[in-house]
């Protein structure tokens, strides 16, 4: 019954997709506007039934009805009731019913917004979004069908994969595709900007609010996807550069680039097919990501089982790219611009500069992933690229990025003196030369760990002396403390201070990443009972190994003491988990955290005879929280931007 | 090893070593003794300097783990990669370098093994192009930046304001309100630019007083922006005076004094509505339609109402199935060709079917090919190693073909454990007792048990004496009991028989090799007279066992011929 | 129509998307061997039955060498084939060998009962053998000819006809052009 309810939900929906496809397009043959309410309708009704569809399968797993294979293959009985939730988007046909459901959830929400505005592109931008959902409604209804049943039922189920047992599960997907689904509505408006030939202003601001906003939402998923790969999996890293973690990564990097240059189109009209390109160009990424988890043509530990979907996925990013590059291409002629500059030494230089960087980073990430494919179809060698040489190649490219975003904010829009800069950047550039020596002298010897710190001190010295400079002048001109002129400040000038924040933030996560990369210490060795092992400040004794049967898998505990300096610090308790259904058993790690450094305890092996023995490997790695709490100023930054102010007067918008 | 965990020294041992032991009997316990193989065969890690560790360490985080996906061998925690970090460390420390090392390694599994690519060859493109990319980003930047100023300075300076500086200031003072981002009037837009005019001269104003402006450039560019303001503002001043305002007319606000708008209202409003009541048709001919479709009766406790229309059976899925049906109804009926070939249609569509595998070794059973059947049922537990059905059957092979009584125990006590109580597991219960102890025995030739036949004697009425045809044959038939129709389970042919006739049937007659000559039977006996088991023609004689069924094993299963067939 | 924005659009896309496409035709899992017409590595085993086996002492003799686990179904599939192979070519110029990886002994030598194995088995102890062939996935099977070469390799499970006919080859010293492929699972 609800597989059926499920489906035809999904079917019917479908259909609705296509009306709002082809409504459009027949009001501007007809041209009689009524067509044009049906774009709506066509949105909310589909909104209604994947609505439906979607707790439908939750349903479905929350009950445990086996008789859909879905259900069947990803819960047991034994699961716990939040695990069965997030099973809606473990596997490949749950998931894309997740990206369809968020999908229609923005594309609702822009229609209810809109609903009296932008009278002209809205109807377009609506068919935009109903092409994009009758694709994943059409993958959905026809090729891969959470809803298909299962005939006999099975008395349990398969069970989720238990590298997805955790909590992060229900973070990061919802919050990674709400960042891919976000960049849907920017590149709806744009299209339908396109479409129309409606090119002057007024969409800018609807596009660069969203993309804000679907830019948040990236940024918090790779980053919870980060913390879930460091807390959890049990390797002891963040980032492996896997391919579809490069996938997700890669429309950051354009929507970032966008989020700069449209300040540049704002103020002076210019770099608009730019622009525009930059947007198409994020959310083909993100269907490129998608298309990469499930076709199975590299190989990803991140990847669904492929199925069929592979093709119809290259197809449709085949139709984004042609038609939207096409159709930019072949209206680009309508975006009439006069650019012109007023300077080199620029606020508008810089951000091109920096959009330069970010579109290289982008080059180099996206080359690297494809590059296997690319040596066996032209050269016939099968190569990997992995994690070495991405550090090496993207590390000189972050650095350079991490300089201009100390320079960007310090120079003027048009016209910045060269005396001003010279004496704006005189103190924040000695500052940071001394902060350079003075970690040189004390530890930091090798050239790229210490230009790293050195240009990131660079960047918080420019900040904090800008924001003085500021506030000094606001204690001049209205004689306001600190306090009230910061929040003044941040009032009148919502985008440029949440910006400083957010780049407050990068600092602090590319401080995490600086230090971890370059300092880490690993050891590992095998204990009897009370041996200890010595890693860098810390002496690690082992206490024991406690085995207990846990509702899903059999669990292996390590009780391991943990000095720093001689001083105790606690107990940690790593742990190996057996699954009946995984050949290997799966690592729980464990890690103390404090602001300099994590000592990080994985159980790798132990004995079963004897169980006064174990294999433990630990890492010391330094500055890693410092990630986690720069994701947190971030999300702060972001919520400065966009928060919602009285326009007065005098504010920017 | 049970004497280990024997010692009791606390709760907690004895805790563990319960869960222990359950953990070695299962599947899991087997991996646990991989690891500590593993964890305890290289030697301790402590014992090896630390530059050696890092060097392996440093190595094995250049070469790929060829089992896990996008691992290096470091991180690794798979079996494999363990392995190939002793190899890396045992050569380091016969003292390869690390170059010799990855080339060994390339040497086996090809460049696809190191994570860095190569520097030369074809690989040395993406280590070049991405700095040729960022190179020529930057000076193409740079080249468009210098056009765009220089394009700027060939406009000239904009011309000084017309008007005077206290016009100038009442214009600033004026207050226009911003336009609604709808309207696309030349006012709207002049409005717009106008606003934007404006929040750049506040930009400019906070830079400077940032410090960020120079004294000179911040008045230059002031002017600049102000003529433009005072060009703005007499563009809008000389625009004719606009029409009263009209708000954009939103679906809602439309307040109708005009007809038109009303009469449009009208028919967007029955649109609406026909569009909506055309939705609900459909939807509710969709659902019933599909619902009745698919909706069938129960067929057993597990099943669900929901069928497989729509809901996701294909063709090849549903042809499967059909073959699937087809070939176990024929299996039931012991229609065995026809069964065949409905399980080798379903074997082409779908070759790694457990189900067809499974019944095409119970009719090789039948045929009396044991090895074949064993295969098959092999076939159908490596993709399902479960099945019952294939376990009864491999079982039964190893039993009853190959003598092979300790696997065939193996087997059946594997299936106890499957099986949930009740008959089915009594049944197997059963058999599993039957299997005589010990290990298995070469297939001997040997008489059969005694407790697989039946014996006794015939004798003919005396009524009947004269109808026996000197050239007549004798049938012993057993059949199951119960089964009134049917192939026989045994038949014993006797030519020229004469009588009193002592016989013995025993489980080289069984019709179909391999079927236990086992259970309750009922015994027939015939007279034919033209030598043909399948027909029965007038003066055939016939005789029932009278206490039929009887007991395989069973003596003096004594018959009379008393029946004429007229 | 800007026709020279457009043909040069499609010259940018074009090429990446027939990129993606042909991602497809392969499988992103496979490794390529390099070591099909190179020596095969020498090994030793000890075998289960007892005594030692070394590769040295089989040159001059057609060699079929598989790597296999009691654990994996593509190696139970095929055991049964393999087995029939090798008692048709017996008392041809060529041996069978099995090695076992990521085994435990019990299970390997139930393994060789079930399936009624003759040909000589061993133990892969250190995992080095597994390195030395390229081993990535099971089963895998090597052909090696009399002089030592390797002739053709099969990833996943084997058919006893496919054995055969290379096992022929392998003792004329033809070297197949490609490596074979059959239903296979990644080793441990």
Redesign the interface.
């Known amino acids: ?4 309810l499920g ?2 939900a999904v ?2 929906a479908f ?2 997709a296509l009306c709002g496809i082809a409504s459009p397009v027949m009001a501007a043959c007809s041209g009689q506007a ?1 067509y044009l ?2 774009a709506r ?1 066509a949105i909310f ?1 589909q909104f209604i039934l994947v609505l439906l569809a979607a707790g439908a399968l939750i349903y479905a797993l929350v009950a445990t ?1 086996f ?1 859909i ?1 879905y259900v069947a293959f990803n819960t047991t009985r034994a699961t716990p009731i939040y695990y069965r939730v997030t099973g809606l988007w473990g596997a490949l046909e749950g998931s894309l019913l997740l990206w369809e459901w968020i999908l229609i959830i923005f594309a609702g929400v822009t229609a209810w917004i809109y ?5 002209e592109i809205m109807p377009w931008t609506l068919m935009i979004f109903s092409i994009v959902s009758a694709f994943f409604l059409g993958v959905i209804a026809f090729l891969s ?1 959470p ?7 099975p ?1 349990d189920g398969r069970g989720l994969n238990p590298l997805l047992e955790d909590a992060n599960m229900m973070t990061h997907p919802p919050l990674l595709y709400a960042g891919f689904v976000g960049l849907t509505v920017p590149y709806a408006f744009a299209m339908a900007a396109l479409i129309t030939a ?1 090119l ?3 969409w800018i ?1 609807s596009m660069r609010r969203w993309t804000i906003i679907a830019w948040f939402f990236l940024t918090a998923g790779n980053l919870v996807g980060a913390w879930w790969s460091y807390h959890v999996l ?4 963040y980032w ?4 579809v973690e490069n996938a997700a990564f890669m429309p950051w990097l354009p929507a970032t680039a966008f989020l700069h240059s449209i300040q540049v189109q ?2 002076r009209r ?1 770099l608009k097919v730019w622009n525009l390109s930059l947007i198409i160009l994020a959310f083909s990424l993100t269907i490129f990501g998608t298309f990469l988890t499930r076709s199975g043509i590299i ?3 991140h ?1 669904f089982s492929s199925g069929p979907v592979g093709g119809f996925f290259l197809g449709f990013l085949a139709f984004i790219l042609l038609g939207s590059f096409g159709l930019l291409a072949y209206r680009a002629d309508m975006l009439k611009e ?7 030494v620029s606020r ?2 810089a951000f ?2 920096n ?3 970010l ?2 980073a982008l ?2 990430i996206f ?2 992933t494809v ?1 296997p494919l690319i ?1 066996e179809a ?2 016939g ?9 991405f550090n ?2 993207t590390v000189p ?1 972050f650095l350079f990025m991490v300089f201009l975003m100390g320079v960007g904010p ?8 060269l ?3 010279r ?2 950047f005189l103190w924040p550039a000695l500052g940071s030369l001394v902060i350079g020596v003075v970690l040189f002298v004390w530890k930091v010897k090798e050239f790229l760990p210490l230009l790293g710190f050195t240009l990131l001190s660079f960047v918080v010295l420019t900040i904090v002396y ?1 924001t003085a ?2 506030l000094r ?1 606001r204690k ?2 209205a004689g306001e403390g600190i306090f009230r002129g910061l929040v003044t400040l941040a009032r009148r ?1 919502q985008r440029r201070y949440g910006g400083l924040v957010v780049h407050l933030g990068v600092v602090l996560i590319v401080l995490g990443i600086a230090g971890s990369m370059s300092y880490s210490i ?5 204990l009897a009972l009370n041996q200890e092992l010595n890693i860098g400040n810390y002496r690690v004794q082992f206490l024991g190994l ?4 846990q509702p899903t898998h ?1 669990r292996v505990e390590g009780t391991f003491r943990v000095f720093h300096n001689g001083a105790e610090k606690g107990v940690l308790n790593p742990a190996l988990k ?3 259904t995984q ?3 799966i ?1 729980r790690a464990v890690h103390r955290s404090t602001l300099s450094e994590d000592i990080y305890l994985i159980l ?6 004897d ?1 006064n ?1 174990a ?1 433990l490997k630990a890492l010391v790695r330094p500055l890693v929280i410092w990630m986690w709490i720069g994701g947190f100023v971030i999300a702060l930054g972001t919520i400065i931007c966009i928060w919602p102010m009285k ?1 007065t ?2 504010a ?2 | ?1 049970p004497a ?1 965990f024997h010692r009791v020294d606390s709760l ?1 041992t004895l805790i ?1 070593a319960k ?2 032991i ?3 009997r ?16 290289p030697p ?3 014992a090896a300097t630390p530059d050696l ?1 890092e060097q392996t ?1 440093e190595l094995a ?2 070469l ?1 783990c ?7 061998v470091a ?6 990669a ?3 970090r ?2 890396v460390r045992e050569q380091l420390e016969a003292g390869k370098t690390p170059e010799q090392v990855k080339e060994f ?14 520097m030369t ?3 040395a493109l ?2 070049v ?2 700095y040729v ?2 190179i020529l ?2 000076i ?3 080249w ?3 056009r ?2 220089a ?2 300075k060939s ?1 000239g300076p904009v011309a000084g304001p017309s008007a005077s500086a206290q016009m100038r200031s009442e214009f600033f003072k004026e ?1 226009f309100a ?1 336009p609604d ?2 309207d ?1 009037s030349p006012r709207a ?1 002049l409005l ?1 630019e106008r606003a ?1 005019l ?3 001269l ?3 104003d ?2 400077f ?6 004294d ?2 911040h008045i230059a ?1 002031k002017q600049e922006i102000e003529a433009k303001t005072v060009a703005v503002i007499e563009q809008i001043h000389a625009l004719p005076p606009k029409a009263p305002a009209k708000p ?1 007319p ?4 439309a307040r109708g004094t005009d007809t038109a708008a009303g009469a449009d209202r009208s ?2 409003r029955r ?2 509505l026909v ?1 909506g009541a055309v ?1 609900l048709v ?2 509710g001919l ?2 019933g339609v ?2 009745t479709q ?2 069938r009766p129960r067929l057993s406790e ?7 229309f ?4 294909r063709s090849t899925n549903s042809t499967v ?1 059909a073959a699937l049906a087809e070939g176990k109804t024929a299996f039931a009926h012991r229609e065995f060709p026809k069964a065949i070939e409905a399980f080798k249609k379903v074997l082409t569509a779908d070759p790694d079917n457990p189900e067809a595998h499974s019944y095409m070794g119970y009719i090789l059973l039948q045929a009396g090919h044991g090895d074949g059947a ?2 098959a049922f ?2 159908a ?3 399902a ?1 479960n099945l019952p059905m294939a376990l009864w059957g491999k079982g039964m092979v190893l039993y009853q073909d190959k003598q092979d009584f300790a ?1 065939a125990r193996g087997i059946f006590e594997k299936l106890l454990s499957l099986v949930p109580p009740g008959e089915e597991r009594n049944e197997i219960a059963k058999v599993l007792a039957e299997i005589p102890a010990g290990g298995a025995q070469k297939r001997t030739t040997a008489a059969p048990s005694s407790s697989r036949q039946i014996s006794g004697r015939i004798t003919i009425d005396a009524k009947l004496k004269a109808k026996v045809e000197p050239d007549a044959t004798l049938f012993i038939i057993a059949r199951p009991a119960g089964a009134a129709a049917g192939p026989p389970l045994a038949v014993k042919k006797v030519d020229r028989p004469s009588f009193p006739l002592d016989y013995t049937l025993g489980q080289d007659n069984v019709m179909m090799q391999g079927t236990p000559f086992t259970g309750k039977i009922s015994v027939t006996v015939r007279l034919d007279n033209d030598g043909n088991p399948v027909t029965r023609g007038p003066g055939d004689l016939t005789g029932d066992y009278k206490k039929n069924p009887v007991e395989v094993g069973a003596k003096h299963v004594d018959i009379v011929i008393d029946q004429l067939t007229q | 129509m800007p026709w020279r924005r457009l043909v040069i659009t499609l010259a940018i896309i074009g090429p990446i998307l027939a990129l993606l496409a042909f991602g497809f035709t392969r499988d992103a ?1 496979y ?5 099909i017409a ?1 020596p095969a590595a020498p090994f030793t085993i000890t075998l289960f039955d007892g005594g030692k086996l070394a590769l040295e002492d089989l040159r001059g003799k057609a060699v079929f060498l598989n790597f296999w686990a009691s ?1 994996c ?2 190696c ?2 095929e ?2 084939d393999l087995e029939a192979a090798w008692r048709k070519v017996k008392d041809q110029n060529m041996v069978f060998v099995g090695v076992a990886l ?3 002994d019990g ?1 390997s030598m139930e393994f060789l ?3 009624d194995v003759t040909y000589p088995n061993g133990k892969d102890e ?3 053998i ?7 996935g099971i089963p895998e099977s090597f052909f090696i000819d009399p002089q030592g070469r390797i002739t053709y390799k099969h990833v996943g499970g084997i058919r006893a006809a496919l054995v055969i006919a290379k096992l022929e080859e392998a003792a004329k010293g033809i070297v197949s052009a490609q490596e074979g492929k059959g239903d296979y699972q ?3």
């Open positions: 019954m609800t597989a059926t489906h035809i079917v019917l259909l609705a009524r309410t049906i309708y009704g009805d008789s294979k609903r009296g505005h932008h009278k069908n809803f298909e049943t299962i005939s006999p039922v008395l409606k002057d202003e007024a601001t049990g390797w002891g890293g492996a550069w896997d391919p704002e103020r210019m190989s990803s530990i990847a006069q650019p012109e500059l007023d300077s080199m508008e230089s091109l500069l959009n330069i960087v579109v290289s080059f180099t080359l690297g590059f040596s032209i050269a060698v099968q190569v990997s690229v992995g994690a070495p040489y090496s190649v490219l310090m120079i003027a829009w048009r016209r910045a003196s005396d001003n800069l004496r704006n800008d400079l500021a002048a001049c001109i000038n690993e050891r590992e060795a095998t406690e085995g207990s049967q059999f057996f699954f009946p050949q290997s058993p690592g790798s092996g132990f004995s079963e005879l169980r023995q294999t326009k007067e005098l920017e918008t | 090893m280990v907690l563990a869960a222990a359950q953990v070695l299962s599947w899991t316990g087997r991996s646990l003794m991989i690891v500590l193989a593993l964890a305890l065969a301790l890690f402590a560790e360490r985080a250049e790929r060829v089992v896990c996906q996008n691992l290096s991180d690794s925690p798979s079996e494999m363990q392995q190939m002793a190899v390694f390339v040497s086996k599994y090809g460049d696809w093994v190191l994570l860095r690519p190569r060859g074809f690989s993406l280590w192009l991405p990319v960022l980003g930057v193409t930047a740079l468009f930046i210098r765009w100023v394009a700027k406009h207050n911003r981002p709808e696309s837009s717009r934007r404006q929040d750049e506040n930009e400019l906070f830079d007083q940032s410090g960020k402006l120079s000179s450039d560019l954009a939103t679906e809602k606000s028919r967007l649109w609406q569009t939705f459909v939807f969709a659902l599909m619902l698919s909706v597990r099943d669900t109402m929901t069928g497989d729509l809901t996701g059976t199935n064993l295969m092999d076939k537990l490596s993709q190693p696997a | 899992r490794i390529t061997s390099p070591l190179q654990w179904p593509p139970r599939a055991a049964r990521q085994d435990t299970n009962k079930e399936f250190s995992g080095k597994a390195v030395d062939y390229g081993t990535w990644p080793i441990r």
